[in-house]
């Protein structure tokens, strides 16, 4: 229940952020701005999405999932709130900036809980659920155009989405409870004795009992679990404080893990991917689907959001493939599991991606059929499903340690990433076209990153062996899983 509460989260957070692609023609002409000015509302609130982990991540290392994750959803719902309420471009784009920058907290929380909650061959599979609702957050510019066609204000989005982050934020209360615990060792610190020896505390008591005896308590202390806590016990909001963690250590540790090449290729996995699906498609296709030949309605231009649900749906019955050949491996390999053995089903999709972007961008330079559109982004969406689960799994099952700052830097950088790529996207295609920015430049960019799975498959474990050894590993204390 807690990591469908919060995969939810992040399905909302998400269509929030990207829902308001729709109405970036009509911001313009509601505030005298331009379009490109029009499209900042999503581009920054976007960076926004990201930065904010390196608050929240730490936060919640320090004081508890628990209270962090409600404090998130009370800013998310009252910077919704002000959306809806805003008269003005600055006031919209403060409100904007203020629900992004407290849901980013989504962006890492399901990943963690994966981490806290579930077993290492789980993982693969419970990180495909949030993914699930992390990438059909993208379809909110389909509800948002609904709601257009319909003719309703941009504020009615706002507040249906104000609705569910109250329901979610009651959910929140009721069911998701600290899963942050301190487990303590059994046996006690080693003492001196008066001969000089050092001893641990309770060995006394074993003394002169026979070896059965002996093995029979530290079963009996090792299988000791704390008792299961009441539901009127789980509601407590405030998880205390934990001494052991530095806030400011936190933040600055993060930054280490960009220097790490499996999760710098998780960072610009991510940020490729988001950029093209969130950003790119939902700036370009709005233009072009209303314009000649086409001459679609503009309450229409959200339908695009439907080649993300085929592209998704048809990816997510295959969400087991990866535990599946991980498993099978583990096998073959004597029982041992390596991380680099779940990769191999990124391959179809390396290839697959990149000839997404290629039909998208001769579709749009040579105005082709409509279903070409939907056809690219299918295929660039399925594809990402994989690479979005599937490195994050690789990379969680590689430096398991310490998630949390790894996602601190992923989040960050990924989102820097995807603003790259959207910011500038609508001038950039006027002035060069879809086939040389979209088919050529995106495209190759995103396939020099998807071929990096070769290189993680055949020297994965090396790359992290040698990264153990160095000073980044003396910075990150245990730094991987070798």
């Known amino acids: 229940m807690i990591l469908i509460i919060c995969s939810l989260y992040s399905f909302l957070s998400n269509s929030s952020l990207l829902g308001p692609s729709v109405y970036i023609g009509v911001f313009a002409e509601t505030f005298q701005i331009s379009p490109v000015v029009a499209s900042g509302l999503i581009s920054y609130p976007n960076i926004c999405y990201g930065v904010g982990t390196l608050i929240t991540v730490p936060a919640y290392l320090k004081f508890g999932r628990r209270p962090v994750m409600l404090l998130s959803l009370l800013v998310y719902l009252i910077g919704l709130i002000g959306c809806g309420v805003s008269n003005s471009y600055g006031s919209l784009m403060a409100c904007r900036l203020i629900h992004a920058l407290a849901s980013g907290v989504c962006e890492a929380l399901p990943v963690q809980l994966v981490n806290d909650i579930f077993f290492l061959h789980e993982r693969g599979n419970k990180l495909g659920y949030y993914t699930v609702c992390l990438c059909w957050g993208s379809t909110g510019p389909l509800y948002a155009g609904y709601m257009l066609a319909g003719g309703y204000s941009w504020r009615l989005f706002f507040y249906v989405e104000t609705a569910f982050a109250g329901l979610l934020l009651i959910l929140g209360f009721l069911f998701v409870e600290e899963t942050t615990y301190k487990r303590r060792s059994p046996n006690g610190p080693a003492i001196p004795n008066p001969n000089g020896e050092k001893r641990v505390f309770g060995q006394d008591e074993l003394d002169g009992k026979s070896s059965e005896e002996k093995i029979e308590h530290v079963v009996e202390v090792e299988t000791m679990v704390p008792p299961r806590r009441s539901f009127v016990q789980t509601l407590k909001p405030w998880s205390g404080i934990n001494a ?19 999760v710098l ?36 231009a959200g339908l695009i959001a439907l080649g993300n649900l085929i592209g998704y749906g048809l990816a997510v019955p295959l969400v087991w493939t990866s535990d599946r050949l991980a498993a099978y491996l583990t096998k073959r390999n004597g029982g041992i599991r390596e991380a680099e053995m779940r990769l191999g089903v990124l391959i179809p999709a390396a290839f697959i991606a990149p000839a997404g972007l290629i039909v998208y961008g001769y579709t749009a330079q040579d105005n082709l059929q409509w279903i070409g559109y939907f056809a690219g982004v299918a295929m660039t969406d399925w594809a990402s499903y994989f690479y979005f689960t599937f490195t994050l799994a690789y990379a969680v099952d590689s430096y398991n340690a310490n998630t949390s700052e790894m996602l601190i830097a992923m989040c960050i950088g990924k989102q820097m990433i995807s603003f790259a790529f959207g910011i500038y996207v609508l001038d950039w295609v006027v002035q060069s076209g879809y086939v040389t920015i979209v088919a050529g430049i995106f495209c190759g960019v995103l396939f020099a990153n998807n071929v990096f799975v070769f290189v993680f498959m055949a020297y994965g474990k090396r790359i992290r062996t040698f990264y153990a050894g160095t000073w980044l590993g003396g910075i990150n204390g245990r730094f991987g899983r070798l």
């Open 265 to 300: 290729w998780v960072v610009t996995t991510y940020g490729i991917y988001i950029g093209l699906g969130a950003l790119v498609f939902n700036y370009t296709f709005p233009i072009k689907i209303v314009a000649p030949p086409y001459n679609w309605k503009q309450e229409n």
């Open 244 to 262: 052991d963690e530095s806030f400011l250590m936190t933040m600055i540790r993060s930054f280490s893990y960009f220097l790490v090449p499996a």
